[in-house]
């Protein structure tokens, strides 16, 4: 008798809660990166992705999760967090900056929009200023920063390990 046995396509987890967590992209050069975020967003049960840009989901890298996540495209992000706030999320960006936390350390709201800044551009001192609070990725070679895709997940992750059931 195998110990570990392969099974493909586990059946999902279900929560027992809907994630309190929601994302707010600054728009994606890539289309592979908001792919992979939207795919993403399935797997951890995100139902809902704000876009602010034109970027297109591409549907074989997002796979199933393009029928779950709802991709809704907004033309900037500042009007967008403004109503995060009166909707009462805690809104955390995913930035360097000077006064940010290290993600590892960091403790999320349950309702928490995190706020993902442009592959190369990140997030405006505007966009900045409109957040509760910054947490940053800890970076031990080169380059200098994580893949945004590679960033969100790490950050989506951290959130799901504290809040593991919705």
């Known amino acids: 008798m195998n110990r570990f046995e392969h099974v493909r396509h586990k059946p999902p987890t279900v929560l027992q809660a809907p994630r309190g967590l929601i994302l707010a992209l600054a728009p994606m050069r890539s289309n592979v990166n908001l792919s992979r975020i939207v795919r993403l967003c ?32 907004r033309r900037s992000l500042l009007p967008v967090l403004k109503q995060f706030r009166d909707d009462g999320y805690r809104m955390v960006g995913l930035e360097q900056t000077t006064g940010s936390s290290c993600l590892y350390e960091y403790t999320f709201a349950q309702k928490t929009a995190l706020v993902v800044g442009a592959e190369r551009e990140g997030l405006s001192q505007e966009e900045l200023n409109a957040l509760d609070d910054v947490v940053e990725i800890p970076v031990y070679g080169q380059p200098y920063s994580y893949n945004v895709a590679t960033a969100t997940t790490m950050a989506v992750y951290e959130y799901c390990k504290q809040y593991p059931s919705g």
């Open 42 to 73: 399935g797997c951890v049960g995100i139902k809902t992705i704000i876009h602010c840009g034109q970027g297109k989901v591409d549907r074989e890298i997002a796979r199933d999760a393009a029928d779950f996540v709802e991709v809704i495209q």
